[in-house]
């Protein structure tokens, strides 16, 4: 088990470089630069802005840059923000809590009701439910995100208003973060109605981000177990006479979680990109929000040390999720 | 008996608390930081600029007219270089959990504030690694002052290097606002001077309470305000990026008040009785301007020819739905100055085909540039220049649309080989004609990097501007605006477009609120209904 950690770990080290050399490039490729921007309609004359380039250190050589920006992360600064002027793990460590508190609770809702939807739709194959439960996959699958978000917020805040439109909490509470998640500090507040105001802000836009990989696990719980139950042992079960529900949830069950939960761990990434749609809409104050603003203004080492940061969050998941899959499943760790 | 008593006086502050009126505005996007100098979107201002500072010289709110603020008076010298300003006595600096003032604003406050942006050996320059001070250079204030003197602890004098007409309004603006002197020396034996960008201390209606950054910043009522006292208790702004929710929280009463409606929204405001709109014709313009020195648009009448086969009340009923008025001028008309005899060149394609006939031009083909974002002063880039591309393909002229991301747009189109004529605008800042005209169309802004689009240089044009610049005489700089404007017209270097109108929607228990003419968003005046 040790080796098998360490040589996963060992992978890590190229995917980490190959990481810090795409996110470094990905920004500059993009057409026009922070001092542009910054600039606007106004226009700025090329002698300020070489002065500018020269105050940020982006009229050396980009190569040059590379080294300096990587020189920098091994002494463990992300370098500071061009637009607010803030460090960059400053900006990160004070929203991320807040993307997390939304993709965790994403996640639960997604694997609490995609597993049993697929269960069932694998086990009553073919039957009304799972037609019904497999199109609606399909639907929320194909869901634009936005478009989804808002409507809900049309339905349940505006014309039913049954939850409050957007934000992390009513505005009347008042308290400092000491977690940064709102869900335990409006407990640790104990101001009245914190918590629950608090999880009523946090419903609608956990189930948008919900609903794509909700999608994906029902339909991959589906065939997985659909598989499973086609399978040797799942039928000596059957005619050895174990009632339906141990055949299902100890035999058949267990089994057809493996690729599932690879898929819940893969969903993380897909959870990052749909967190920067969701938090939009919600005025959600995440890291998703954060990155696509930065991403407009050019701010260079935002963007870069953002999506490292990101990234390197995606790959310890995915270490994760490589671990327990070794645990359910003692073959693989074997190999 | 201590219980009742404790009983009563939680009962008093709970009443108290019931009384405490909280005004919610869903802003749009969250302030780049809370120092105004060293930032440039209109956003930070009004978190920053407009509830927490002031500055000398303050526009009348509602209007772009200069009056006092913490300059009680001032003397300007004959020849126009010297301003000698008396400042408000008695004025308080507000305090934190952090800092509390021994002493009331003060010259040193004001030698301080502008010394730290023009000064480039002042400790405070750089007191963040990278910051710049993008107004106070782009306005060419360090060459402008020639120093900022104390006579005594309420009287300061700037020396000028030319005389500035518009200087009086260049410092009522946000990136002018004054800083604490003393705050700055307490952060900085603190070691901790990035905390006046974090929390500021200032002299304003509002104290800064507390930020997190893209959800909410909260303020409270400065009770030692030297001018008219807020009547609200709370403001908090909630910061809200998409229009669309900001509509659904209006509505839903989680805020009171809102900036930039989608166009699309506005028949929904209007209908719906629990909200008013208010609004107001902006200080800003659209245009598209020719690339002047390439032929054949280096020649006015083509040029003029071009403008007269497009129909502009086309473009203002499709694109802004009719919330702008056609423009003529590169000036909004609600600008002092704006001359009002002009006559817009007629939409006539027949006589714009015989124009450009007569100019011995024939299957012209162009580029028009509609730039990928919606801004202020243009909803809809894209549709106009359809319209453009249509209209003009009914006098023989064949108009290929281009587009690019908005950063390499603002690039590309300030390049001097650029090809095509290109849509962009201007948004006013300080409500002097100087602010537009010579901003983007004098000859100093038609070089590589300059606002000048067109790259339009009138040497008779820029002559009267720089005229205008140093006279202090309103009506005589009135006529000198005039006269450019009738140039401007003949030479046609743009197609002006429109001067879109602004709007800004709020609940029914909103009043007090003054729209500004600068696109501010303040709330030093406004109360809520209970």
Known sequence: MVRFILSKLLYLVPTFIGITIIAFSFVRILPGDPVLLMAGERGVSPERHAELSALLGYDKHVVLQYFDFMGRLLQGDLGNSLVTKRPVLDEFLSLFPATVELGLCAIIIATLIGVPVGVLAAIKRGSWFDQVSMTAALVGFSMPIFWWGLLLIIFFSGILGWTPVSGRISLMYYFPDVTGFMLIDSVISGQKGAFVSALRHLILPSVVLATIPLAVIARQTRSAMLEVLGEDYVRTARAKGMPQYRVIGIHALRNAMIPVVTTIGLQIGVLMAGAILTETIFSWPGIGKWMIDSISRRDYPVVQSGLLLIAALVMVVNLLVDLTYGLINPRIRIK | ?530
């Not at chain 2, 305090?95 to 405070?124: C, K, L, M």
């Open chain 2, 1 to 530: 008996m201590k219980k009742l008593m404790l009983f009563a006086s939680v009962l008093a502050m709970s009443a108290a608390a019931a009384q405490a009126k909280t005004f919610v505005y869903c802003s749009e996007a969250s302030p780049e930081g809370f120092d105004p100098a060293p930032f440039t979107a209109g956003g930070t201002f009004d978190a920053s600029a407009h509830p927490i500072f002031n500055r000398l010289t303050e526009f009348k709110k509602g209007t772009t007219e200069v009056e006092p603020g913490l300059a009680e008076s001032w003397e300007v010298s004959e020849d126009g270089t010297e301003y000698t300003f008396k400042l408000r006595q008695g004025v308080k600096w507000q305090s934190n959990a952090a800092f509390t003032p021994t002493r009331d604003f003060n010259a040193d406050d004001v030698i301080f504030s502008y010394d730290r942006q023009g000064n480039a050996e002042n400790p405070w320059h750089q007191y963040i690694p990278g910051i710049t001070y993008e107004y106070y250079t782009s306005m060419d204030m360090q060459n402008l002052i020639k120093s900022v003197e104390k006579i005594d602890d309420y009287t300061v004098k700037f020396t000028l290097s030319q005389p500035e007409a518009p200087f009086l309004a260049n410092i009522a603006m946000p990136f002018a606002s004054i800083v604490s002197k003393e705050y700055a020396d307490a952060l900085d034996a603190a070691g901790t001077r990035e905390e006046m960008n974090n929390t500021p201390i200032g002299t304003g209606p509002f104290k800064f309470v507390a930020y997190q950054k893209d959800a909410v910043i909260r303020y409270t009522k400065n009770p030692d305000y030297w001018g008219t006292a807020p009547i609200i208790d709370d403001l908090i702004f909630a910061i809200t990026p998409d229009a669309a929710v900001r509509l659904q929280k209006l509505k839903a009463g989680e805020c009171h008040l809102m900036p930039y409606p989608a166009p699309a929204d506005i028949d929904t405001i209007k209908a719906d009785p629990n909200l008013t709109l208010d609004e107001q014709a902006g200080l800003n313009v659209g245009y598209l301007a020719y690339n002047t020195t390439q032929a054949p648009f280096d020649n006015p009448k083509v040029r003029k020819a071009l403008n007269m086969a497009i129909n502009k009340d086309a473009i203002v009923e499709a694109v802004f739905q009719g919330a702008a008025l056609p423009a003529k001028n590169p000036i909004p008309p609600t600008m002092w100055s704006y001359n009002e005899a002009i006559e817009d060149d007629a939409y006539d394609p027949e006589a714009s085909k015989a124009m450009l006939e007569a100019e011995g031009v024939t299957g012209l083909s162009m580029k028009i540039w509609a730039m990928p974002v919606q801004r202020p002063y243009m909803p809809n880039a894209r549709r106009t220049a359809e319209l453009m591309q249509e209209d003009l393909s009914k006098v023989g002229v064949t108009v290929e649309i281009v587009s690019y991301e908005w950063g390499e747009y603002l690039a590309k189109s300030m390049e001097a080989g650029r090809d095509g004529a290109v849509m962009l605008g201007w948004t006013g800042d300080n409500g002097d004609p100087d602010n537009f005209l010579s901003v983007l169309l004098s000859c100093a802004s038609a070089g590589e990097g300059g606002a000048n689009r067109a790259f339009w240089c009138n040497d008779e044009f820029s002559a009267l501007l720089n005229d205008a610049k140093v006279t202090a005489d309103p009506a005589e700089r009135t006529a000198l605006y005039e006269q450019a404007q009738v140039i401007f017209k003949e030479q046609a270097p743009w197609f002006t477009i429109a001067h879109s109108t602004q709007y800004v929607p709020m609940s029914n228990k909103v009043s007090g609120f003054v729209m500004s003419p600068l696109g501010d968003f303040t709330f030093d005046t406004v109360d809520i209904a209970e």
